[in-house]
């Protein structure tokens, strides 16, 4: 069968290559790695399909990693990976959200069957997929096994970008413009909030004339009114906009999984002074603080920085203001690596690519201007060509 | 504030009591609810913040219980919970995605204010949403706590739903056949397979002219042609349809995040005798199946009705042929309670919502037709009203 790759075979090899210095450098000689996004980027594979356990092992001494899962989603892995068919490997229906075994059994028979049961074997603890019971279950059936921490390994060495992958990025980047576009243009008074993230999820996927969007990894954001007071709220299914409504647009478009999102803030009607006020200076800071965003540059720079520029406007923001974002599946397109707050050590560096998202909310209202950006070899270079001022209508 | 409800404080009360009996007879004093479908049953919670830790603890001594999350996530919590103000704790930012420290640190610190430190603690071990990281956490900060097995307790209590429930999933229902209605309108040979998709998930959030929908559990899976076979795979963004093409339709309407899943099969030409078949037998089986299922009926015999409905036909399904549903987030629509497979004893009892999904994976194509449907009084009601066969264009 003929594969239509998005990589090719040297990229892919690369990656594994960069995570097994890493596994290497931890003392970790078998990675088991289950975040979808994460067997996405060192395999290719693609599917709606870890809502039940699969995962990909990277040996230490094995040149090609191991994809397991569902029987009836191995012809998926067959599909869209690079592996070789004997790479694939899928476990029987009565494993599946099972009251009397656990797929993790399966696992642990097959790490022993390729004599990796007394292995030094690395983990995603912290990752959404990871669950409790997965860790006991393997504990129990490895006891022999060194169960170590492997959290966020595939995603540092996923945080700085390669050509091509920046190359679907800023196709992301186009769809991501039309879907801003799209919500700014359909929202109105008088029109259904339903209506309008319709066309947002249509611009979504139908992309542009020549390419489709994916799925991006977060629903669209678009609270209005009280809502954009809160921080994760979306539309309202059964209201319709109105005259003196805020809406909050955290929103994305996303290429072959790699997200690429983008916030503004709509006003409809005369904004009052503290809404403008507040833009103002969001809008400043961030442009002071993108100058600034380079290689060689702390995370926790680019923080400070933002701070100092919005001192003087009373703008006060007390959580992160950006973080590492891209290829990624459901319930977030960042990357748990890079955090732009006190405290982080990160020097950026060329291929990076950041979500600087200055949310503010306050108690009635809140205000979002963001700027995905590529850090370069020089400074930064924005993504996406959208103006940033509180939009008006 | 104006709260505006999905459920009366009574129906939140209900659910909680039939938690709490629960909780009681599996000896657990206080349950650790992550899961976000859970949470929103439990306290009207509705926000895309679950990619943070966040959680409601529910404690057999008090009425109410406490749900935590991220500090700027608490004000959408005030505004979408029934539950007082004083029931509401947010968290600082430094707790996200720290490696410095946990988000379970401030979980076991409030568990230690409440008195609650050295209790019998059921948590969701085998759930999306609670991590080998958490669990390892709140073992370290509370040693004198007994950590029991909580996984799917809220689940079970959600598996028979209330005639409000119902009514929403009626809903939910008439935006399914729109859904559906519209993949098989927009699909034929020369069209883009992204704009169909963009169709479609337009179609999901437009919901009816009176009403519209929220975002469904899982994206919509619509492979065609070879990609059919496989189990979990969606359409190619680059591709338009073409004659010959077998198209697999795995769709879905939501309402207020109950979902109504809905699987169909189009083929564009003149289908060949073996799908034909194939159909056939499924859609025969589908039907005598459909008869049979009612109160007092095992989940595990109506497999087997259906391994007899389709055993002349040589279609050999070996996964499990259904499911429940209802409220859910990404990624799975299905309840993880009963599974409609050998082994599974639940009796089924009115009120309980399964997707009766008997697809076919073969070598080279795929066959799926589902009913989502109601068990009633005296057998089970269909949600959706949408014809059964092969649809041929």
Not at 215 to 228: E, N, Q
Request: with cysteine.
């Amino acid at each position: 069968m003929q594969k239509k790759l998005l990589f090719s075979r040297e990229e892919y090899l690369n990656r594994l290559g960069k995570v097994k210095e890493r596994m290497d450098h931890e003392g970790i000689e078998v990675l088991l790695v289950i975040d979808p996004a994460n067997m996405n980027y060192l395999t290719g594979y693609d599917g709606w399909s870890f809502y039940v356990h699969q995962g990909v092992i990277v040996d230490l001494r094995e040149e090609n990693p191991l994809w397991f899962g569902r029987e009836q989603d191995a012809n998926g892995a067959r599909q869209t990976c690079w592996l070789p068919d004997d790479c694939i490997v899928g476990y029987p229906d009565y494993y599946v959200q099972s009251r009397y075994t656990h797929t993790m059994c399966f696992v642990a028979d097959l790490l022993e069957k390729r004599g990796l049961s007394a292995k030094r074997l690395g983990l995603e603890m912290d990752g959404y997929w990871f669950n409790a019971r997965m860790y006991l279950t393997l504990q129990q059936e490895l006891p022999e096994a060194t169960l170590l921490d492997g959290t966020n390994l595939v995603n540092w060495v996923k945080t700085v970008k390669s050509t091509t992958e920046i190359g679907y990025m800023r196709e992301a980047a186009v769809i991501c413009e039309k879907v801003m576009r799209t919500a700014i243009e359909t929202i109105a008074p008088g029109v259904w909030e339903k209506d309008a993230a319709a066309e947002v999820c249509r611009a979504q996927i139908a992309g542009t004339e020549t390419y489709g969007g994916s799925s991006p990894a977060i629903f669209p954001i678009m609270p209005s009114g009280l809502r954009t007071a809160a921080a994760h709220l979306t539309f309202e299914p059964d209201r319709l906009y109105r005259s003196g409504d805020v809406v909050m647009l955290e929103l994305a478009g996303a290429r072959h999984r790699y997200n690429m999102p983008l916030s503004r803030t709509l006003y409809l009607g005369d904004p009052p002074e503290d809404l403008r006020k507040t833009a103002d200076g969001v809008v400043g800071g961030l442009q002071q603080t993108l100058e600034f965003i380079g290689p060689g540059v702390t995370a926790e720079a680019v923080e400070e920085r933002w701070r100092q520029a919005i001192a003087h406007t009373g703008v006060v923001k007390p959580s992160r203001v950006g973080y590492s974002f891209g290829l990624n599946y459901v319930p977030d397109w960042g990357e748990h690596t890079v955090s732009l707050r006190p405290g982080d050590k990160t020097i950026l560096e060329p291929g990076m690519t950041l979500h600087f998202m200055p949310g503010i909310w306050l108690d009635t209202y809140g205000f979002e201007c963001s700027e995905p950006i590529l850090v370069t070899e020089s400074g930064c270079e924005l993504f996406v060509d959208f103006e940033r001022r509180l939009f008006v209508k």
